[in-house]
């Protein structure tokens, strides 16, 4: 079964052209990259799979519910991580979770324990009274995810999750979402670093509004490093 | 609990967090109404003369006629500054939040249109209180018979400011809009000085300010602290309220919209 599947999108902001009909497909509880330069068109992509935007043409599917005709049922399982972030610096961790919980209808007892396990998940109980502007870039990130995780979504976006992160935090979060698809949530990891795409990962490469290849990271590397492929694929030079 | 109440409660709650974190705006947002009815009132107190027109019954001092344009006033700025707040929200990214939740767009907006109004109001009895104390009174069940008033004018000011918020794309294009928008809509209102007064100057900006919806929401509050209901400045502020908001939901169709453009 498919948990998150795209066909045919295009978006275009005035003349220049930010998708091109762009399809593909991630099957549910796999762990996808969506590797992409700068400029390639990954957040246009992620506008329109979080309904920021709607494509003139083209379908999106998310988890068995189509986002055109039954947008509340396919954002409900959609858990989102957007590349700026989207904390409240003011509010506890705690309460940035709280209303989270609030905009997906959840609160009371079920939202506080809800909460608490998500912060658990993430070894963030322990901030939960610390305003978000105290965190550091790593815990921040790690409040988000937990965020996403809260209404138990069945589908995860990330745009760049790891922006602005030392190496240590990088390849905790990125074992995390790992983790994460492996225990059946369907990930999708937007990035342009190709150290975080692991050879069993699926792989979507985007350049220039279109997609150039799809298959499993090892497979698109074909014997190269997949830092050499990419960039011969996209004409880059390292 | 329903999921609309859950998060009409989380929205407003936030308004009034976000609120109390800035305790400067507050003060802010008191002193730029009492400098006008302090400083400015007293001043021209001897320049105007007011005769009696409804809802008046005796002749009235400049500082009483103004009060209920600078009630006014304060939900103008306000509806303006959270619509400041919306462009903020989304340059960085929170307003992503909001509108990728599952529930309704028009429903999560129209919270924030309330939970903003409701810090408004809190604000306008703050003013009152302090005209109060300088022997600036309205008869006592005017307190009360307001709020309704202040709620309506306070949704059509906020719809105003929610639908500036989904056309203006950069915090840098805010300052000109205010300019175009606030400064306009106050002076070319009954807020400071009587129609017919502006009437007897050009009957132009006269009549420019007998359609200007903000007239119509400073006599729906200026009868209401008198008891007295004004039901042609309340259609009309429930109508621009509707046209406000409506044009506000298309802005923030996400079949049009600009959120995120630059990101």
Redesign the interface.
Known sequence: MSGLEATGLSYA?GAKQALDDVSFSVSSGAFCALLGPNGAGK?TLF?LL?????APSGQINIAGHDLRAS???A??Q?G?V???????L??TVQ?NL???????????RTAATRIDAALDQLDMRERAKEKARALNGGHRRRTEIARALLHDPSVLLLDEPTVGLDAAARASITDYAHALAAAGKTVLWATHLTDEVRAQDDLIILHRARILAQGTAQDIAGGHSLQDRFLSMTGQTA | MSAYLTSLRAIVVREALRFIHQRERFVAALVRPLVWLLVFAAGFRAALGLSIIPPYQTYITYETYIVPGLCGMILLFNGMQSSLSLVYDREMGSMKLLLTSPLPRGWLLFCKLLGSTAISILQVYAFLAIAAFFDIRMPALGYITVLPALIVAGLMLGALGLLLSSFIKQLENFAGVMNFVIFPMFFLSSALYPLWKMAESSELLHDICAVNPFTHAVELIRFALYVELNGPALLWTLLATAVFAGVALVGYDPARTRIGRRG
């Not at chain 1, 957007?82 to 409240?88: A, E, K, S, W, Y």
């Open positions: 902001y957040s506008n979080t309904r920021l935007f709607v947008p509340r049922q954002l409900a959609l989102i957007f590349q700026q972030t989207t904390l409240d003011d509010l309460q709280g209303y989270f919980a609030a905009l997906h209808g959840l609160s009371g």
